[in-house]
């Protein structure tokens, strides 16, 4: 599922200007009293970094719901309305018809989710965040706003990290086109206080995965008396292995070598007919992702050709 694809169709904007976007994008605003809005850095210097998961606030259960199969249930307010689920993501479209909210359950580190949000996040298809101020953190809940850069409309965004569990983190990522963004950040303080955590279900296979699973894939790369070999094992059984060789002679410099390699596991969402999606989620806690397209002779990864090999190392 390509968020940036979303975005660019729910964007019809009316008139506005940076300035108005700003404003009403502030954290100090009106909020649902005992849910956490997005705080400003004065008040973070006590909080917890990692409090136990929050029971949903009373009576906020009898409202819509959206299951994912990896296990999130999300209650967002009436007229928010799931546009897609793959896996562990889901992407809300607000009642303004412009208005999201990309929900994720991700594994990882969280000092290493909330590190993202004092540096540009490219959402693919040409949508990139670049921050606006330091990351800010109360009750658990790790923010920060950003300028949209690619969105067909003047947009701004804000993101809400928590962690739920070790190693597990919900993020909360909303593109906000109009100036009404009030209710979107307190729809955002909603979703990150009453989200449930079940089991995961069994989810089918996409179309990317069964295309993917198996297959070997190498990229080469070479100029100026360098070159660079990139190898990626994508097996049936879950688990992947990247490796990357690469070194070169230049007349008047001294020639070198080196060799780098990742291992752990892989996901692809997505149809054959559109963007996909793989997601490496690598052994030390990493969470890679990469767009997918087709190609005549092999496969489009963030729209760099890689070709298909033999695989000799895995089914």
């Not at 799931?82 to 000092?111: F, H, W």
């Amino acid at each position: 599922m390509s968020a940036a694809i979303l975005l660019t169709a729910a964007c019809s904007p009316p008139a506005a200007d940076n300035d108005s976007l700003t404003a009403n994008l502030d954290p100090q605003q009106t909020q649902t009293p005992g849910e956490p809005p997005m705080s400003n850095a004065v008040d973070s210097a006590n909080a917890p970094e990692s409090p136990a998961p929050p029971e949903p606030a009373s009576g906020r259960r009898t409202g819509p719901r959206v299951d994912l199969p990896g296990g999130l249930s999300l209650f967002p307010p009436p007229g928010w309305s799931a546009q897609g689920s793959d896996g562990n993501r889901t992407v809300l479209a607000g009642p303004d018809g412009q208005s999201l909210v990309i929900a994720s359950l991700d594994e990882g580190v969280l000092q290493q989710a909330v590190a993202e949000l004092r540096s540009s996040i490219d959402l693919g298809d040409g949508i990139i965040l670049d921050p606006l101020e330091v990351p800010s953190v109360k009750e658990g809940i790790h923010a920060n706003r950003f300028t949209v850069r690619g969105a067909p409309s003047p947009t701004l965004g804000s993101i809400m990290i928590r962690e739920i569990s070790p190693g597990r983190t919900l993020t909360l990522i909303a593109l906000v086109p109009s100036a009404g963004s009030d209710a979107v950040q307190a729809t955002l303080s909603q979703l990150m206080t009453t989200f449930e955590i079940g089991a995961p279900r069994a989810q089918a296979t996409s179309e990317w995965e069964r295309q993917l699973r198996g297959r070997y894939l190498v990229k080469f790369y070479s100029g100026n008396g360098y070159s660079e070999k990139h190898e990626l094992w994508l097996c049936s059984n879950g688990s992947f292995m990247k490796r990357v060789d690469g070194g070169g002679f230049t007349t008047g410099v001294a020639s070198g070598a080196f060799e780098g390699g990742l291992t752990g596991t892989w996901r692809a969402q997505g149809l054959l007919s559109g963007a996909g999606e793989l997601t490496l989620s690598t052994s030390d806690g990493d969470i890679l992702r990469y767009t997918l397209r087709q190609a005549s002779d092999g496969v489009l990864i963030d729209g760099e050709r890689w070709l298909r090999g033999e695989n000799n190392q895995c089914s």
